[in-house]
Every structure is written in structure tokens, then in C-alpha cells.
């Protein structure tokens, strides 16, 4: 990774000034004992103090994990050991690139605090490959059970296409100096600088007529004062432009973000030109030609030179590199220098912001490696569960955003960190959670991932797919293998130990859980036949809303009065009429029939000792065949109303509504609802699963 581009004095500068981050690593301090934790790229120090004063708190001095902190800026090491003082746990300072081979032994590293890295990665590592490359040595050299705790500026996909308004004059002056910077590739000093391919789909205007970027480094400072600039460009650079605007408000104008006022400080720079001086002739006529090659509008007498910010700040590296040829010193005042630092440090990083999806998707698809763990050999990176994967808001900054610009949504006006937090586990049991996740977001990133597992697995499941069947998820090859994962577990288990296996029928409460036509009933009424007694949630829903005067509910009248009784109630107030109809019919063998959110499975597994769950999995296609021949009023015949349905019920919007996606993934074994109830009914007859969870 080349960090050439940034000089070592600014950078180190804008760490000491950066706000502190908080070490997610802590949470998991109590599992390291006598372990060793990694900190990539340990900024200002903030995070390493917090790590550091954890481990003291926590162990004695015997059982202190020890810290190695690993940096590409030697200087960096000086600071922090700064910051940490005086300490009698054991930290070690590595030298090296992150983008390339990591000097760690495999199976040698218990944690690693990954703050504000994967981004440098990108920009000074090659892009993606960057990415890639960290994450495969990180899967090398974790440990089993390992934890990584990944946190980033949070984004969204890159490539949609949106407009946003720059209302403010600050706003305004600060596109014109940043933009161009930004997108230039032919005088920037970076090697291999990385190229989104925005330039090509962006356009501006200004006061609703069509602006050339390249007339941002020759506007007139009045015009930027008066003038409104629209800017048509992916949702990716959108977010660059704000991001930066903000750091840029921060860091260089000391805008205090708790602020109700936004006063300009030092950025009043940006309204005018700038004069920079020269103090050899023979530089002077260079630098002339040059300037005047470029087509900028510029004046120079003597030795003083005079243009914009925004032009100054796209050329003044290679300004300096003609100046230094004639061994010649330029000038210029403080104010515009650390504007111009700033962009030469901040303004031609192409940063990788993707969405969750795609950076779980990357991290877990390179991390993968053969190593012998678990029954199938291969272990990776995978989120912990998706409640792992957290996004939380910087309201300060989001408030200053909403003064400067305007866009689609209010959300994208949210400037936001993302929290992942990753362990290394084997395939069999990463494949469950990847497949949740994809259940939940759709995403192609995570589909791909997961076709790429079901390859490892078919040699297990005898999967004769060509993986494709994921997009019509689930598919008899995607249940295949999820039965090769839960025997594993199950296998794992019994060896272990830990539990016995005995008939399913010797359950005495039992809980089916699937999507609508799934077959769900039919799996319900066979248990039926074996002296179960048959609970149905939807009928609590039913009589609500016949006692809100719905004499035919229709399944958005489902919906809604579900989501109202959870909120009015809480989110487990079926599961509690459920049983308050056990307690009061005395009713000792039951199954639990139409589960939708993961707080009522949370309460009959805390309520109940013994307490099997049966997921019920049907292909989507199978499943609208059913509904649009069977006869219930309730149902929605058109095609897409019936996705629509499907989607809420898989994860409605509201907080208080459906969640099979997650309910789903708490089944303790799954059905396959695309089979015949004869078959299904064999299968529940002769299956044997684990005595206790």
C-alpha cells in the first residue's frame, strides 16, 4: 500500500485530530485469555488506550492477552506509544503493508480491531484486491473461533443514480474546490489511482443551465455565492462528496458539529483566489507554461502567481514537483496551505463505502481456506448472526448535512459507521448465517458467496445443481445442504457428548414455523393425527379483528393487526395468548403452529424446557401454485400481490411486524414442504433428532 500521497506529517496530524474510536474488540475481552490481539492501522491511539486499560481491568497479570499493533507509517508507533503510557501489558509493534502478505504465523491471532482500514486498503492498495488480500490473510492466520471486528463510515450501493442540490453557499464553493481533485487522473500523484467509472455518468448544473466540471476551477467566487449547483451523479460519489464535506468542516473550517449555527471559519479561503509565489525565474516560466497548457485562467506578475482554490488544489502537486525540479521553495499563505494539504491528502481517495451486504459478502467469500476444521475441512470469516451487522448514526454530523444539501431521502442525509462484527468458523456452520442473510437482503453479492459453498458442499449432499436454484430460494439442492450442516452439528454433538438423539414424536412441544402456502398446516395436521394438540396464532389475530368490527380480515388485515397488537402488547403477545390457552385448557401435548417473530420464539424457549422447532421450507413458485388454487378469502390471487405478501411476511418494514426471515433461522431442523404429506408424514414418523438444544 502506497501512502506516499498523503505526506507523513499531515497524516499523522489528521489521526491525532480524529475522533476517538471505540474498540468493538472489548466486547469479546473476557474470551482472550493468555490470546493475542491484532490492532490494523491504530490511528491516534484512542482505540489501543481503551483495548489496552480493558486488558489491565480484566485479567491478572499472568492471563493478559497480548496486543500487536501493525502499521505501514513507523511514525505512527511513536504516537500511540504516547497515548498508551506507562503499561505492563505486552504490546508489539509491526511494521508492514496490509494489502500485501501479513508477517503472522497461521492459527497464531485470537482478535483483530479492524477501525478505518478497509478504505485506505482501496484507495492505496490496489481496490478491491486490497480487500481481498486482507481478508484471506485474516482467515489464514485467525485462529478457530477467532473474532474480527470490522467498522467503516457506513454506504450504500454505489452505482444508482441520484441528484442532490447544494443549497448553501459553503456547500457550493466547497464542490467546485473538491470535485475536480477528486475525479482527475491527469495530474494526480497517486499510482494507480482508482477509477469507479464516475466521471462518465455525471453531469452539473448551476442556476438550471448545463456547467463543465471543468468550469468549477474557473468560477467566480460571487457566482458560487448567489448560484444554486445541481449535481446528477451515482449514489457512490454522492456519498464521497459528503463524507468529505464533512471532514472537511470539521478539520479544516472548525466547524463545531453540536453547533445550531454553521459559522464558515477558516473555509472563508475558499471564496477567493489565491496567490502563491515562486522564487526562482527559471521556475516561474516552467510553472507559467504549464498553467497556461492546461487551459486555466490564471495571472501571473513576477514571481506571484494567482488562481483559483479549486484549480490550485487540482495542480499544486504537480506545481510542487516543477518547483522542486529548479530547486525552488513556493509560497503560500497558511490558511490556503491547509486547504491544500488537506486535498492532497484527502482528496484523491477513492474510498471503498460499499453496503453491508457486499463487504460480508467479500470478507466471508476470500477468507475461505482449507485448513482441516470442522467435518468438511474448510473454516472462513462469517458474521457472528445478523444481528452482528449494525449501522448507527452520527447525528451531529447528519444535522450539519441537512443544512448544506438536499437529496432523494432524508437517509441518505444520514452519515452513519457500520459495525460487523465477524468470527472464523467452519463452512458447515457459516453456510446457515450466509444463507439467512441472503434471505433477508436478496442480495447478489451474498448470493454468489453462497453458490460458491454449495459447490464445497454438493460433494457432501449430492447437490447435482448447476447452484443456480438459490435465486428461487429455497431449492432442493440449498435444503440438501442445510441437512449436511445441521447432521454435522447434530453429529458434533452426540461425539461431544452433549446430547442423545430419540424420536421427534417423543416431543411433547413442538412449534412449525414457514411462509404462507408452505405447508406448514399439513405438517401440523399429521402431528395432529399423533395426539397433538394444534394452536394457531393466526387465530388470536383473527379474533382481534373481529373485536375491531373486520368481519372478513383480508392478509393486510392480518398484517396490520398483528403489527398493532405486538405494538400496543409487545412483540410476544401471541406467544402469550398461546399459552394462557395451554394453561387454561390444560392442555399437555401441543404444537405451535404460524411463528412470524423471533421474540415469541424467545418466549416459549425461555418458558418452555423442551421445545423443538420445525422449519418448513417450499420452493416460491410451489408455493403461489397453491395459493392461487386453493380457496381462502383471505388470499390475493395476482401474482405480484402474492410476492408482495411474501416479502412482508419475510420482513416487514414495521419494527413490530413479520420476521420469517429470522424466525426461520431458529428452526432446529427443516422440513422440505415441496414433498408430498405422505412422504413428510414417514419423515416425522422415523426421525430422530437431538434430546436438548
Known amino acids: 500500500m502506497d501512502k506516499e500521497g498523503k505526506s507523513k506529517d499531515g497524516y499523522l496530524d489528521s489521526i491525532s485530530n480524529s475522533a476517538s474510536e471505540k474498540a468493538d474488540v472489548i466486547e469479546y475481552i473476557d474470551q482472550l485469555k493468555n490470546g493475542r490481539i491484532l490492532e490494523v492501522g491504530p490511528g491516534g491511539g484512542t482505540a489501543l488506550v481503551e483495548m489496552v486499560r480493558s486488558v489491565e481491568r480484566t485479567f491478572s497479570p499472568e492471563d493478559r492477552p497480548g496486543i500487536v499493533v501493525f502499521d505501514i507509517i513507523e511514525e505512527v508507533f511513536e504516537k500511540v506509544r504516547k497515548a498508551v503510557g506507562e503499561t505492563d501489558v505486552k504490546i508489539d509493534y509491526v511494521l508492514g503493508d496490509g494489502s500485501k502478505d501479513l508477517p503472522f504465523e497461521d492459527n497464531s491471532i485470537d482478535a483483530v480491531n479492524l477501525s478505518a482500514v478497509a478504505h485506505e486498503l482501496f484507495s492505496y492498495g490496489g481496490g478491491y484486491s486490497g480487500i481481498h488480500k486482507l481478508a484471506k490473510e485474516c482467515g489464514r492466520m485467525m485462529k478457530t473461533d477467532g473474532v474480527l471486528t470490522y467498522r467503516d463510515p457506513d454506504g450504500i450501493e454505489l452505482h444508482s443514480m441520484e441528484e442532490v442540490v447544494f443549497t448553501t453557499p459553503f456547500a457550493r464553493r466547497f464542490l467546485a474546490y473538491f470535485l475536480p481533485k477528486f475525479l482527475d487522473r491527469k495530474y494526480t500523484s497517486l499510482k494507480d489511482k482508482v477509477d469507479l467509472g464516475y466521471s462518465e455518468t455525471l453531469s452539473l448544473e448551476l442556476n438550471d443551465q448545463p456547467l463543465p466540471i471543468d468550469d468549477l476551477l474557473i468560477l467566480n467566487p460571487e457566482t458560487l455565492e448567489r448560484g444554486g449547483i445541481t449535481l446528477r451523479a451515482k449514489t457512490g460519489l454522492v456519498n464521497e462528496i459528503q463524507r468529505h464535506f464533512v471532514l472537511f468542516a470539521k478539520n479544516i473550517a472548525s466547524i463545531d458539529m453540536s453547533g445550531q449555527e454553521d459559522k464558515n471559519g477558516s473555509a472563508e479561503i475558499l471564496k477567493d483566489k489565491v496567490f502563491f509565489q515562486v522564487d526562482n525565474q527559471a521556475a516561474v516560466k516552467a510553472i507559467d507554461k504549464f498553467l497556461a497548457e492546461t487551459g486555466i485562467v490564471f495571472t501571473c506578475q513576477k514571481k506571484t502567481f494567482e488562481l483559483t482554490i479549486a484549480a490550485l488544489n487540482m495542480l499544486h502537486a504537480r506545481i510542487r514537483e516543477i518547483a522542486n525540479h529548479f530547486e525552488s521553495d513556493v509560497t503560500i499563505n497558511p490558511e490556503a496551505m491547509r486547504a491544500l494539504e488537506w486535498g492532497t491528502r484527502e482528496g484523491e ?345
Open 349 to 693: 481517495e477513492n474510498y471503498f463505502y460499499g453496503s453491508s451486504e457486499e463487504i460480508v459478502s467479500r470478507f466471508t467469500h476470500f477468507s475461505l481456506i482449507k485448513d482441516g476444521s470442522g467435518e468438511l475441512g474448510y473454516s472462513c470469516l462469517c458474521p457472528i448472526s445478523t444481528n452482528s451487522i449494525k449501522s448507527v448514526e452520527r447525528v451531529e454530523h447528519s444535522r450539519f448535512i441537512k443544512q448544506h444539501l438536499e437529496r432523494k431521502s432524508e437517509e441518505l442525509l444520514k452519515d452513519r459507521k457500520r459495525h460487523i462484527h465477524f468470527r472464523k468458523m467452519p463452512l458447515e456452520k457459516a453456510f446457515p448465517i450466509l444463507l439467512n442473510y441472503y434471505r433477508e437482503t436478496r442480495h447478489p453479492a451474498v448470493l454468489e458467496t453462497l453458490q460458491h459453498f454449495m459447490f464445497i458442499l454438493r460433494e457432501f449432499s449430492g447437490v447435482k445443481s448447476d447452484m443456480q436454484e438459490l435465486s428461487a430460494d429455497p431449492g432442493e439442492g440449498v435444503q440438501k445442504c442445510m441437512d449436511v450442516c445441521s447432521a454435522i452439528a447434530s453429529k458434533e454433538k452426540v461425539e461431544n457428548g452433549i446430547i442423545e438423539v430419540r424420536s421427534l414424536l417423543a416431543v411433547p412441544h413442538l412449534g412449525v414455523i414457514g411462509g404462507m402456502a408452505s405447508g406448514k398446516t399439513t405438517i401440523s395436521e399429521i402431528l395432529a393425527a399423533r395426539n397433538y394438540n394444534v394452536i394457531s396464532l393466526s387465530a388470536f389475530v383473527r379474533a382481534e379483528a373481529l373485536a375491531r368490527g373486520i368481519e372478513k380480515p383480508t392478509r393486510d388485515d392480518y398484517f396490520n393487526v398483528s403489527n398493532i397488537m405486538r405494538r400496543d402488547y409487545g412483540r410476544d403477545i401471541l406467544a402469550r395468548l398461546a399459552i394462557k390457552k395451554v394453561i387454561d385448557d390444560r392442555i399437555e401435548r401441543f404444537v405451535l403452529d404460524g411463528m412470524r417473530n423471533p421474540e415469541e420464539i424467545d418466549f416459549f424457549r425461555q418458558l418452555i424446557r423442551d421445545f423443538v422447532l420445525i422449519g418448513v421450507e417450499t420452493d416460491t413458485e410451489e408455493r403461489i401454485r397453491r395459493i392461487q388454487s386453493r380457496l381462502r378469502d383471505i388470499d390475493n390471487k395476482d401474482h405480484q400481490r402474492i410476492l408482495g405478501d411474501m416479502d412482508r411476511e419475510f420482513f416487514d418494514p414495521s419494527p413490530d411486524g413479520c420476521r420469517l426471515s429470522q424466525v426461520l433461522s431458529l428452526a432446529d431442523f427443516y422440513i422440505n414442504g415441496n414433498l408430498s404429506s405422505e412422504a413428510n408424514r414417514i419423515k416425522i414418523e422415523t426421525l430422530k433428532i437431538p434430546c436438548s438444544r
